[in-house]
């Protein structure tokens, strides 16, 4: 098996499949931003020069990314191929992307803005234990007392709001609208139904992955 990308927008449950995925194929997860936190922690030349940008508030360079990749990739356990979590997101991204490694699939959890909005807004967490809840799809059994630990307090994060989970949105769908035709031209592209339940959504990913 070749490597492969999993795209999603926010609230889609990307974590999730992305677990799932790597469970079944055995194919190790790589999230560019917890490359570049591993790197700048070993204080690699790389890492080293992904902080200097990362100090200043500018994005890390394409070609540092790719390099950090390049260097993953060459691990035993990359040697079936890997599954590239919301990378690339760009077309000169996927450009690059190509010349070091080959895509197989390129696989997008689709879900409608209302219900993303719908997921989001209604998260809260448990001020004592962290657990997680939802107005709608996970609520206290009780009213206002945790499950868990039975604490009173919950919090919500202040972005969790429909405002700016639409702009979250909007972002997701610029970036991602012309990685879909890219890729589709290359005949790689899969869209999956994200909404619905969490074991439908695996069993059609898998179904694609051995096409």
């Known amino acids: 098996m070749s490597s492969i990308v999993l795209f999603g927008p926010p609230g889609a449950g990307k974590g999730t499949q992305a677990q799932r995925i790597t469970e079944s194929t055995g194919l190790p997860q790589i999230s560019t931003g917890d490359m570049l936190r591993a790197a700048v922690a070993a204080k690699t ?3 080293l020069e992904a902080k200097s940008f990362m100090d200043s508030g500018k994005l890390v360079p394409d070609e540092i990314i790719i390099a950090l990749i390049e260097q993953r990739i060459k ?3 990359a040697a ?3 599954m590239y979590d919301g990378f690339p997101r760009t077309i000169p991204q996927a450009e690059a992307l190509s010349k070091i490694d080959e895509i197989s699939h390129v696989i997008a959890i689709e879900v409608p803005d209302e219900r993303i909005v719908e997921r ?4 809260y967490t448990c001020a004592g234990c962290s657990a997680v809840y939802h107005d709608l799809f996970n609520p ?3 009213e206002g007392v945790c499950d868990t630990c039975q604490s009173t307090k919950f919090n919500r994060r202040a972005d969790d ?7 979250r949105l909007k972002a997701y769908h610029e970036q991602t609208s ?4 890219w890729y589709g031209e290359r005949g ?3 869209g999956v139904d994200g909404d619905r339940d969490i074991p439908q959504i695996t069993s059609d990913i898998l179904k694609i992955l051995v096409k």
């Open 75 to 77: 691990n035993p356990d």
């Open 80 to 82: 079936k191929g890997v």
């Open 188 to 190: 790689v592209f899969f």
């Open 120 to 123: 989001i807004c209604g998260r």
């Open 178 to 181: 012309p990685l879909a035709n």
């Open 161 to 167: 709001n429909a405002d700016t989970v639409l702009s």
């Open 45 to 47: 030349a790389t890492g």
């Open 140 to 142: 206290t059994s009780e």
